[in-house]
Nanobody, 123 residues
Framework: QVQLVESGGGSVQAGDSLRLSCAAS????????MAWSRQAPGGVRELVAA????????YYADFVKGRFTISRDNAKNTVDLQMNSLKPEDTAVYYC????????????????WGQGTQVTVSS
């Protein structure tokens, strides 16, 4: 079983930055692909970024490329999402997710999700 707890959300102005962090429980973190997804009110869950268990080249959705960076620390069992140049359309609840080994771009393929953290970007 894997438990995920997100932190770092908040309310910011357009153009600001935020860093989200996700802490994972358990001793299997190094075998997990980690991801961040988001869901806006009335919208569908969409994958934002993901990284494989072994690291390597992360995945980014087109709408965040060049602005967001995902990073993992296997020693601390954490995965972060650095969000720069935030836009009002980035407003959503952001969720940390995990699945074994390699990432998938479909959020439904992740077995574990955290409770989410709200990010609000005003213009």
């Amino acid at each position: 079983q894997v438990q995920l707890v997100e932190s770092g959300g908040g309310s910011v102005q357009a153009g600001d930055s935020l860093r989200l962090s996700c802490a994972a429980s358990g001793r299997t973190f190094s075998t997990l692909a980690m991801a961040w997804s988001r869901q806006a009110p009335g919208g569908v869950r969409e994958l934002v970024a993901a990284v494989n268990w072994s690291g390597g080249r992360p995945y980014y959705a087109d709408f965040v490329k060049g602005r967001f960076t995902i990073s993992r620390d296997n020693a601390k069992n954490t995965v972060d999402l650095q969000m720069n140049s935030l836009k009002p359309e980035d407003t959503a609840v952001y969720y940390c997710g995990a699945r074994y080994y390699n990432y998938d771009t479909d959020p439904r393929q992740y077995a574990y999700w955290g409770q989410g953290t709200q990010v609000t970007v005003s213009s």
